[in-house]
């Protein structure tokens, strides 16, 4: 049976790991018990036909700022997001094209949220990514000691 939870709670198993949402396959945010780090399974665009790069990571930004807020962070808690870029035609070309189209529109989210100093970043080209979609990025936060004891 598949498991579909979207309520944005944190539940915490035996071992006193919080985990938000998801599915039977993955969690959408899990909190270790220090509640200092928070892991995000992968994020891709809910809508991807007729969609080009800059729509799909305008929609994949969004979600992750939905998801900082049901967790209780902002950007500023970001300290890494992984980035798979996949190109459908699979010449090295058009993905370098996506890298560097990706770089810009990243770099204007950076922009448009005041982060002067971003998270550590990986970026690779994929060989497929889930439901035909360009992009899917993996972020990791980081909740000050004050703030995850507050919690």
Not at 100 to 114: G, I, M, Q, S
Request: hydrophobic share 45%.
């Amino acid at each position: 049976m598949e498991r579909e939870d979207h309520s944005m709670e944190w539940k915490p198993n035996p071992l006193g790991i919080e985990f938000m949402g998801g599915t039977e396959l993955y969690s959408m945010a899990v909190r270790p018990p220090a509640g200092r780090q928070v892991l995000f399974s992968g994020i891709i665009p809910k809508q991807t036909e007729g969609c080009d790069l800059a729509a799909q990571v305008a929609d994949v930004l969004g979600q992750l700022m939905e998801r900082f807020g049901l967790a209780g962070l902002t950007v500023f808690n970001l300290i890494k997001i992984s980035v798979a870029l996949f190109d459908p035609d699979g010449k090295p070309t058009t993905c370098a094209a996506m890298y560097d189209e990706f770089n810009a529109l990243y770099r204007a989210w950076l922009a448009e949220h005041e982060v002067e100093l971003p998270p550590v970043r990986f970026c690779a080209g994929a060989s497929w990514v889930p439901k035909d979609s360009l992009i899917e990025v993996v972020p990791e936060c980081f909740e000050p000691a004050a703030i995850a004891t507050a919690a």
